[in-house]
């Protein structure tokens, strides 16, 4: 009797529990080749609704959407940081009929209803030592300043030795994406790392969140932003550390695009005294991002003629984003560009050399960068050697040889190369094995970065501190 009075209970607590919107929901958006899981996580209040979203594949979670309207059967949820957002059609149950949006476009995603056993969860972080923890041995102070035409808003941490008097300092540049302040990426704080260390060795540091992220507002017209614009916020922390009387010269550490976006600044403004480049592009932005669109489009392990063949589909598609910056510009060149090549590969070969399915695969794609597809156009399109031959200042151009990401041998190469013509020889071409895109330690070029407990090498914070030190006596 107890085992069917307990049934009975738990069917009326399931029956209850679908009558509500609230909980979480899940469905698979396309993410270029694959399919990744977005879960919505909806809440009633006293005054209405409010939502957040998670994409566990990722490892994002808690993400904060705009507003939740919840309407008969009606679900409208808004995302301002990718203009765009969810409408859906309940069923009054465990199902919602709906679409993802971005911008003008939108796909199809249906959401299921979980339950709280099958609600993703993070991944339970690993040990990561060089992570800083207060009482730390400098001062630390949050800070917030605008642009000049007050349309945004930055938050930062601005750290520094302790004691009085000026102090050499460095602004940190993120890589591309939205990224906190800590650089926090995979479980790892790589910026607040590379802030803590810096200190330590008596050098202060402004790092800063970037445009949608922690305490940094978004601006006007985001979608349409460009490495460019971001080049002016650098400019933007530069004014207001000139503004304090215990920042000295003032120096610019990119990160990967930050190591991009660090010449062109460096090439028209005198007061940056030096520039350091993380994993910084010597190549085009389109060498780089054809190459890694290759390495995630074509299998490995096939003949030279097939990997030409499978190589040009990437390669011509992608031109794509060269060309434009309008979606459905870049989607109608994408079809034609796919139907010529098709015409002389047939199905089987297709499967055998490409780890995607057709054109649908590439559409994903560009659906994944829509918000983006300016910065993306910029990016393809620019060359680092042009604002490269115009830095004065002291150069550091560093890398790991086990980068997968900007590659380590023809990067620094290409930054070489430029260098070597131009008038500045106050340059230093450095690398370090067994060191990934992230600077992490690794034992294999593909381990996955959040598989390493080490968050910046320290062979590398080292050479940079006493690098710094060098050039600024």
Not at 406 to 433: D, G, R
């Amino acid at each position: 009797m107890k085992k069917y009075l307990l049934l009975f209970c738990s069917l009326i607590t399931a029956q209850l529990y679908a009558q509500f919107i609230e909980g979480s929901w899940m469905g698979l958006v396309d993410a270029g080749n694959a399919k990744i899981r977005l879960v919505f996580n909806i809440t009633q209040t006293s005054s209405g609704y409010t939502s957040t979203f998670d994409s566990p594949d990722q490892n994002a979670f808690g993400i904060s959407n705009g507003k939740t309207t919840f309407i008969n059967d009606s679900l409208q949820i808004e995302i301002p940081t990718i203009a765009g957002g969810y409408r859906g059609k309940w069923n009054g149950s465990d199902e919602i009929t709906g679409f993802y949006f971005q911008g003008k476009t939108n796909t199809n995603l249906n959401l299921k209803r979980l339950l709280p056993t099958e609600i993703p969860k993070p991944k339970v972080p690993k040990n990561h030592p060089q992570t800083p923890k207060p009482p730390y041995n400098y001062d630390v102070e949050s800070v917030a300043y605008k642009n000049e035409d007050k349309t945004i808003q930055f938050g930062a941490t601005f750290s520094k030795p302790k004691g009085d008097g000026a102090f050499t300092t460095v602004i940190i540049i993120s890589g591309s994406g939205t990224q906190d302040r800590d650089g926090t990426m995979f479980g790892h704080k790589t910026y607040a790392v590379l802030a803590d260390y810096l200190t330590n060795n008596g050098i202060a540091v402004l790092r800063v969140d970037d445009r949608g992220a922690g305490k940094t507002t978004l601006g006007k017209n985001f979608t349409k932003l460009t490495s460019a614009d971001f080049a002016n916020d650098v400019e933007t922390s530069m004014s207001y550390l000139q503004t304090r009387k215990d920042v000295a010269t003032i120096g610019l550490i990119g990160h990967s695009e930050g190591g991009m976006i660090a010449p062109m600044v460096a090439a028209r403004n005198s007061k940056v005294s030096f520039i350091i480049l993380l994993a910084g592009p010597g190549q085009t932005g389109e060498a780089i991002w054809k190459y890694q669109m290759r390495r995630a489009f074509v299998k490995n392990n096939i003949s030279k003629n097939n990997k030409r063949i499978a190589d040009n589909l990437v390669n011509t598609m992608n031109d794509a984003f060269l060309h434009s910056s309008n979606y459905d510009t870049v989607v109608n060149e994408m079809k034609t560009t796919y139907t010529a090549w098709k015409e002389n590969v047939n199905d089987s070969l297709q499967q055998a050399i490409l780890k995607i399915t057709g054109v649908a695969d590439f559409i994903g794609l560009a659906k994944q960068y829509l918000s983006g597809l300016a910065w993306l156009q910029y990016f393809l399109n620019y060359n680092p050697a042009i604002n490269l031959k115009s830095v004065k200042c002291p150069i550091l151009a560093i890398n790991g040889e086990s980068d997968i990401q900007v590659l380590c041998k023809e990067n620094l190469s290409a930054i070489k190369k430029v260098l070597k013509k131009s008038e500045n020889k106050n340059y230093t071409i450095k690398s370090f094995p067994n060191v990934n895109h992230l600077f992490q330690t690794c034992t294999k070029k593909e381990q996955p970065y959040d598989e390493i407990e080490e968050t910046f090498a320290p062979v590398a914070l080292s050479y940079m501190s006493d690098w710094i030190k060098e050039k600024i006596k």
